[in-house]
């Protein structure tokens, strides 16, 4: 495995941040337009499919109830 400089690893981040940046604006222009909750669900879903979040397990078991 070939080892990054520094200036890799920083592209790496900015690149990161970046796309952060983007998710976050995304989820509050939905929450700006009030948008429906269909919106929400299928912006909720890509974040999961990304792997950036998924719900606490106290929280799905509370949804089965």
Same mark, same amino acid.
């Given at each position: 495995?070939?080892?990054?400089? +520094?200036? %890799?690893?920083?592209? +790496? $981040? #900015?690149? %990161? +941040? %970046? !796309?952060? $940046?983007?998710?976050?604006?995304? +989820? !509050?222009?939905?929450? @700006? &337009? %009030? &948008?429906?909750?269909?919106?929400?669900? #299928? @912006?909720?879903? $890509?974040? &999961?499919?990304?792997?950036? @979040?998924?719900?606490?397990?106290?929280?799905?078991?509370? &949804? $089965?109830?």
């Amino acid at each position: 495995m070939s080892e990054i400089t +520094i200036q %890799e690893y920083q592209e +790496i $981040k #900015n690149k %990161e +941040i %970046e !796309a952060l $940046k983007f998710t976050i604006g995304a +989820i !509050a222009e939905i929450i @700006w &337009m %009030e &948008m429906p909750l269909k919106y929400q669900d #299928n @912006w909720l879903e $890509k974040i &999961m499919e990304q792997g950036l @979040w998924k719900p606490d397990e106290d929280l799905v078991e509370g &949804m $089965k109830k």
